[in-house]
């Protein structure tokens, strides 16, 4: 195990300004993100990730191969959410759940990062529509999150018709700005991209550490939730991973026999939003408690999948 590559993740600025939030709550700091700035700042950086990946999809052939890995990550974005909201509605409500179930069901780009990095020292290939698959996996989690709130909330199927929920998902301010500019970037030239590359990627992490440590501030506030729900958040937080990571670690042998992108397809569907869900449940779920969802994708998932998690994947890839 590359324990420079794990130290250097730790060290990542998006995790500590994330704590930095938190410290500022704990040490009583007049510190604060404006309101209105943190609402631009979560509606860039849905824009941003949806422009990138409708860049990136853009640049993939779609080979009958690539097909089916693209719909398989699609699909493990729909499946993932589901079961995920049923097992934690009981216990922590229908918005907390959503938001959670959103949050597993969507993916952490900066794992995926990690991921290609770790798979580059090793030198094992991979398909550069990999990272097509990645932005694919982002809205649909979020409409599934969103709309698994709006229906259980309005009380059930008999009340609530499933074609006014789905739209009102897909309508979603957060939602319709992601996919809206999935859209655009597909169709985007690559100089008509690169003609706003300073905003959509150049300033990007910028916007992300500072979008981190409003979440760490908010987090901090309401971070005794995360303990007041017992062992449930923490042990969700591990055991949904390693579930997903390994079974699709098995499985993804049906769909690619390329051992770097089965590695990378475990990683996403083991992974947590930290970015993208917060942004979006910011708009569309603010009674779910930030102080959940996360901590849990962020403080507990991403750094068990970066230390654990990748070697443990790939190790049942190569023995299976």
Same mark, same amino acid.
């Given at each position: 195990?590359?324990?420079?590559?794990?130290?250097?993740?730790?060290?990542?600025?998006?995790?500590?300004?994330?704590?930095?939030? =938190?410290?500022? &709550?704990? #040490?009583? %700091?007049?510190?604060?993100?404006?309101?209105?700035?943190?609402?631009? $700042? !979560?509606?860039? /950086?849905?824009?941003?990730?949806?422009?990138?990946?409708?860049?990136?999809?853009?640049?993939?052939?779609?080979?009958?191969?690539?097909?089916?890995?693209?719909?398989?990550?699609?699909?493990?974005?729909?499946?993932?959410?589901?079961?995920?909201?049923?097992?934690?509605?009981?216990?922590?409500?229908?918005?907390?759940?959503?938001?959670?179930?959103?949050?597993?069901?969507?993916?952490?780009?900066?794992?995926?990062?990690?991921?290609?990095?770790?798979?580059?020292?090793?030198?094992?290939?991979?398909?550069?529509?990999?990272?097509?698959?990645?932005?694919?996996?982002?809205?649909?989690?979020? =409409?599934?999150? &969103?709309? #698994?709130? %709006?229906?259980?909330?309005?009380?059930?199927?008999?009340?609530?018709? $499933? !074609?006014?929920? /789905?739209?009102?998902?897909?309508?979603?301010?957060?939602?319709?700005?992601?996919?809206?500019?999935?859209?655009?970037?597909?169709?985007?030239?690559?100089?008509?991209?690169?003609?706003?590359?300073?905003?959509?990627?150049?300033?990007?992490?910028?916007?992300?550490?500072?979008?981190?440590?409003?979440?760490?501030?908010?987090?901090?506030?309401?971070?005794?939730?995360?303990?007041?729900?017992?062992?449930?958040?923490?042990?969700?937080?591990?055991?949904?991973?390693?579930?997903?990571?390994?079974?699709?670690?098995?499985?993804?042998?049906?769909?690619?026999?390329?051992?770097?992108?089965?590695?990378?397809?475990?990683?996403?569907?083991? %992974?947590?939003?930290?970015?993208?869900?917060?942004?979006?449940?910011?708009?569309?779920?603010?009674?779910?408690?930030?102080?959940?969802?996360?901590?849990?994708?962020?403080?507990?998932?991403?750094?068990?999948?970066?230390?654990?998690?990748?070697?443990?994947?790939?190790?049942?890839?190569?023995?299976?």
């Amino acid at each position: 195990m590359d324990f420079s590559l794990i130290i250097d993740n730790l060290s990542n600025p998006a995790l500590l300004f994330f704590l930095l939030g =938190i410290l500022a &709550v704990c #040490l009583k %700091s007049d510190l604060a993100i404006p309101e209105n700035s943190s609402k631009f $700042i !979560s509606l860039y /950086l849905l824009f941003s990730i949806g422009f990138k990946g409708g860049q990136e999809l853009s640049h993939s052939t779609l080979t009958l191969d690539v097909l089916w890995v693209l719909l398989f990550a699609i699909a493990l974005s729909l499946v993932i959410p589901v079961y995920s909201f049923f097992l934690l509605k009981k216990k922590l409500g229908v918005e907390n759940a959503g938001a959670i179930a959103a949050s597993y069901g969507s993916i952490s780009a900066v794992t995926f990062v990690t991921c290609v990095s770790y798979l580059e020292i090793r030198q094992i290939s991979f398909g550069g529509y990999m990272i097509a698959a990645m932005a694919l996996m982002e809205a649909p989690a979020i =409409i599934i999150g &969103v709309l #698994l709130m %709006s229906y259980f909330r309005k009380g059930g199927s008999k009340e609530v018709s $499933i !074609s006014k929920i /789905l739209k009102h998902s897909i309508t979603n301010g957060s939602v319709f700005l992601i996919l809206g500019s999935l859209v655009i970037g597909y169709f985007a030239s690559e100089k008509q991209a690169m003609g706003i590359a300073p905003f959509t990627t150049d300033i990007f992490k910028g916007f992300l550490v500072v979008f981190l440590l409003d979440m760490g501030i908010t987090s901090g506030k309401k971070l005794s939730a995360f303990w007041k729900n017992g062992f449930l958040p923490f042990s969700f937080a591990i055991a949904v991973p390693i579930v997903n990571g390994i079974l699709v670690a098995f499985i993804s042998c049906w769909v690619t026999e390329s051992c770097g992108d089965r590695l990378l397809l475990s990683i996403l569907a083991a %992974s947590a939003s930290y970015i993208a869900v917060p942004a979006a449940m910011k708009l569309a779920a603010p009674k779910a408690n930030p102080g959940l969802y996360i901590p849990m994708a962020l403080a507990i998932t991403f750094p068990f999948n970066i230390t654990i998690g990748m070697p443990l994947y790939l190790n049942i890839i190569q023995n299976s």
